[in-house]
């Protein structure tokens, strides 16, 4: 791991940068020999990796974060070479991947980052070889047109239009149904962006937002502020969103949820009518949320469609999470309304199993985008296929090749298997919370997100006393207790659940810290569950210091 | 390439998605023969998608753009599995690469994407194997802290800080010395969020920009907009941003260039003054250009350092093109001053030779990030080693794998040979434009990039002589004709040039229609550009039609 003496004096007086070696690496190898060797690497790449991996299941090693990064503090870049691309290879297996996270270990129910199908690999690996970049139609071609073909085709699903507007949209030059991001927090923040444009487009006397800013965009529709609209359940990026896009992040209006923590869509409509009464205010957008971060809860989709379209507002859903779930026929009524929405995030690196980073975002009217179309001289003209055109990022990977050969591999009936194992399994742990007498289940599942708490049997009661005058006290001692457990269990190395807080009680103020698992890998099953609650009990009644104990 | 009818009818039959199926390419492959497979799809991956290619130099096949998205217009997503890795695999070399862009070929010459070393696409394929998510340390562990390593290493080749200053930085959880984006569009958006948002900071009775917005920021700060300075070869990117940023791209403010394309010193500091009179505008960063995209300039990077001190204005500078010459010791100095900026933009898909999409903003000031932090409660939480805190993107690959091995492998020498190269054959050209007698060199190369038009020299002759009343006329002729032969060049498919309109002319108001060379393929040579050359002058004697020829 000590990259100062990584390569053995002997090597590096081996190693000399010279043109005659370098100009090697750019030449296809014709020779046999040098072929098989660079097929032979990936090898351990594809399998020693893993196997590596195999050996750390959770999130750590017993080397811990400090000392770790203790051994990461050269700042030097050598002259020359200090090593070949099999050492290389070696050193990441050896000194890397195992102090790496075995996300893919069905153990590691924490995140929203978990196995990915092995074709994932080779598919990535396509467009490195290809190497081409979607900016402009003069370094991607076909892979620009196949892109439009795959958005169109994810549009469909999520919107079924009828066929006539795909004939007409789907290889428009001018039309984008739909754009590749870096994940959903791209995605939110273009969505945000493009409503915005819209919203304060140029009028008589003003250039548009684009163009003045948004104080002067203020000025000339006579307003003082606008706000987005989300449940208290919004992802960070909404946020994020509000303070890059210069409305500030303060005017992102978090709205209460009920007890199954989707949005009330009774304060969601007076809090519009009351904006509405000041005139001014605008609102930029309603976000609806088809998988929460936390709890993997749906908006009332359709509902809030209904309120913005009946006060003309952009309805943007944030589906990063649940938006997959459109491919299981038996769960994707939970979806319903999704294709009222103006504009919708849906994440490539999450439920549609592949590597980081992608993401995407769709529009309901394919002009929509115009909003934020940028030229140059050298690309991205006007008229051009450039995807680069509407988009906030330049140069970009041809991820599109990846999520349109998954498809092949799998079809929507392969994806839909593994939707419909996530959401189930969610399910049956719940059960399986609920009869175990010291655990506390927090949220039921909807989709495949379940958030829970280990809490005494004796505590539960205490606590569900009316007017328990030791609640608050007794909750904080219990955050602390699952804070503890939470990170035991992830330096023990065997699982990894994670942990948030959730807003909760009566009025929802108490602040209850939680485990969360989050359940999309086809190789967890319920037995692997029941030994995450055993440990969990286990490291109760055993490991935990006494002051954290009940 | 028809995708409708790709899969035989038989093979539909035979495919059908089902559990055990499915989860089979989750798991690691224990047997022999099924590791064998994997790997053995890798070498098509490796050598068909560039055998293909290598049969298409240039840009376009003889298939039309037209007529090629006429085969792509399927928007339906199949339920079923329609084909197993190895016929995508096999479709892919078939029907899609020879249809891509040949970008490694050493007669694409036209754009910043080129050939990139073998070992890229081994190096990338690791990256995809481990899957790590370096928005959060818990899905990322040792690959955030080698992130941190390599970009102290960036750091310091451009900036030359004390060791002491790496050693008190590199691996502390909240100093950010930079951050991986996705490309320098990115990275030069995130400089000026970081500078707005520094720019308006909180203080009484203010939340600071990013809480409150642009609206509010101003009125706080008793002033009716802010503006960027940078030379009109400015990226687009930096108007996007104004735009994004919510401040209006009109406020990008274009300074002009002198006769070597450099900003005009004078008039920045006489602008500088104007606005400082004006007490209602205030300076958001002052862009320098470290290689502009159309022609490979340098501004005058030391003097806009000091102009920038002396103003107390955020100085950025955009090095994505230009900042690797940091690394070879004979053109280094071409770069002096960059050390003084406040931030730099350099892109790792361009002069570092990574693939596809990789950027990175470096920060003179470790603390200057602190001003666009977001926390949650289930990650990136306050005081974490968290690399997705100060970010614009959420989840992300960790490309830091790609640049830290790659730099192991070449050395800064062997990235200083591939840049001397460029940089020599550019003046290599330059001289051999100058020596045909009927081409016109447009810009003197600096670095790589080169500017050139075909223009007979009795034009030239005419175009000479003082005030001739034609003059504007004949520049039109020759857009046009320039324009045709690239256009026709590029049809041939055999090299590609592009092309850009640059401003010229005595009071710079001409439009100049040029061919642009950029020269970063170490496999590029002057035979092969004298063939390009002899190639146009072949397009304008025999293709090109009668009316555009003089």
New interface residues.
């Given amino acids: 791991m000590n ?1 100062q003496k ?1 390569a053995s004096s002997k090597e590096q007086k081996k ?5 005659s070696h ?2 090697k ?5 014709e020779n046999e020999t040098s ?1 098989n060797a ?6 351990p ?3 020693g ?3 590596f ?2 050996q750390h299941v959770g ?2 090693s017993n080397v811990s ?1 400090k000392d ?3 051994h ?14 099999a050492d ?2 070696t050193d ?1 297996i050896e000194n ?2 195992p ?3 075995n ?2 270990s069905p153990y590691f129910v ?4 978990s ?19 979607v900016v ?8 620009s ?2 892109e ?2 795959i958005i ?6 999520l919107y079924q239009k009828k ?1 006539a507007f ?2 007409a949209n ?2 428009r030059a001018d039309a984008a149904l739909g754009v590749f991001v ?5 995605a939110n ?1 273009t969505a945000l ?1 493009v409503a915005r ?1 819209n919203l304060f487009a140029p009028k008589k006397g003003f ?1 548009g ?8 965009a ?1 000025k000339a529709y006579g307003i ?2 606008c706000v987005v609209l989300v449940s208290r359940l919004g992802h ?2 909404i ?2 969103a ?10 992102i209006i978090s709205i209460g949820v009920d007890k199954n923590n989707r949005i009330k869509l009774d304060v969601l409509n007076r809090t519009i009518k009351c904006i509405k009464e000041k005139s001014k205010i605008k609102i930029l957008a309603v976000v609806g949320i088809a998988g929460t ?2 709890t993997g809860t749906i908006d009332p989709l359709e509902e809030l469609g209904r309120i913005c379209a009946e006060n003309r507002i952009h309805y943007h859903v944030d589906a990063a999470w649940g938006g997959a779930t459109i491919m299981s026929k038996k769960y994707r009524h939970l979806l319903k309304g999704i294709e009222l929405a103006d504009s919708i995030t849906i ?1 490539g ?1 999450k439920q549609l199993y592949m ?3 992608c993401g995407m975002l769709y529009f309901k009217d394919p002009e929509r985008m115009d909003a ?1 179309a ?7 003209r006007p008229g051009s ?1 450039d995807l680069g055109i509407k988009s ?7 991820n599109s ?1 990846i999520l349109d ?1 998954a ?8 994806y ?3 939707i419909d ?1 996530g959401i189930e399994l969610a399910a049956e742990l719940a059960q399986e919370i609920k009869k175990r007498p010291d655990f506390q289940l927090i949220t039921e599942p909807l989709l495949n997100i379940i958030t829970y708490r280990y809490c005494p049997l004796d505590i539960q009661k205490k606590l569900a006393e009316p007017g328990h005058k030791g609640r608050r006290a007794l909750n904080r001692r219990l955050n602390e207790m699952t804070r503890m457990i939470q990170i035991l269990q ?1 330096e023990a190395g065997k699982s ?1 659940v ?4 959730l807003m909760l009680g009566n009025k929802q103020k108490e602040r209850i810290v939680v485990f ?1 698992c989050v359940l999309m ?3 967890t099953d319920m037995n692997i569950l029941k030994e995450v609650l055993d440990e969990q009990e286990e490291i109760y009644s055993k490991v935990l210091p006494e002051e954290y104990r009940f």
Avoid: C
């Fill in positions: 990259n990584a190693l000399v940068a010279n043109w370098l100009i690496v750019f030449i296809r190898p072929r660079l097929v032979k690497y990936m090898r790449i594809l399998f990796l893993h196997d991996l195999n999130v750590t974060l770790m990064a203790s990461f503090t050269n700042s030097t870049l050598s002259e020359q070479p200090e090593k070949k691309l290389v290879i990441l890397i991947a102090h790496a996270v996300i893919a924490g995140h929203m980052t196995a990915i199908p092995f074709f994932m690999v080779h598919l990535k690996t396509i467009v490195t070889a290809l190497n081409q970049n402009k139609i003069e370094t991607s071609k076909v892979v047109i196949l439009k073909q169109a085709k994810m549009h469909r699903l066929v795909y004939d789907i290889q870096e994940g959903g927090t791209m923040i962006w444009n250039a937002v684009a163009r003045e800013g948004v104080p002067a203020y003082e502020k960070l990026s946020r994020k509000g303070g890059l896009l210069g409305i500030g992040n303060k005017n971060t936390e994440d690196h590597p980081m980073t934020v940028y030229h140059s001289t050298y690309i991205n296929v906030i990022t330049g140069s970009r990977e041809a090749i050969s498809f092949k591999i799998m079809g929507t009936r392969g839909a298997l593994l194992h992830r990894f994670s942990r948030t807080t969360r890998n086809p190789l």
